[in-house]
């Protein structure tokens, strides 16, 4: 059974630091294309960073989170992280992290296994 677990949120000022974490069971992440998506109350769901499987080495990273957000394997552990810089208030949302063996158009299709979800808020 494919798995995704999601850890590394909580609170944080503005200008700070998170790592958040996502580890997989049942399956390889290098495998597969690996996204993150959030959703703060009342928008819709947006996706902040998106690595494609290892064998392919693409990533991807819309402009509100570019030069701040960056996604990385740790094949050894089966994890991707979602590294956050320069945190602003407008990146509190529940972070998602999910896996499907499509790249191409990640953010548009349903992938096909989700995380369970973790809460950042940044505020001082």
């Known amino acids: 059974q494919l798995q995704l677990v999601e850890s590394g949120g909580g609170l944080v000022q503005p200008g700070g630091s998170l790592r958040l974490s996502c580890a997989a069971s049942?399956?390889?992440?290098?495998?597969?294309?690996i996204g993150w998506f959030r959703q703060a109350p009342g928008t819709e769901r947006e996706g902040v960073a998106c690595i494609s499987k290892t064998s392919d080495d693409l990533t991807y990273y819309p402009d509100v989170v570019k030069g701040r957000f960056t996604s990385y394997r740790d094949q050894a552990k089966n994890t991707v992280y979602l590294q956050m810089d320069s945190l602003e208030p407008e990146d509190t949302a529940v972070y998602y992290c999910a896996a499907d063996r499509t790249y191409v158009g990640f953010f548009k299709h349903d992938p096909e296994c989700w995380g369970q979800g973790t809460q950042v808020t940044v505020s001082s």
């Open positions: 049942g399956f390889t992440l290098e495998d597969y294309a």
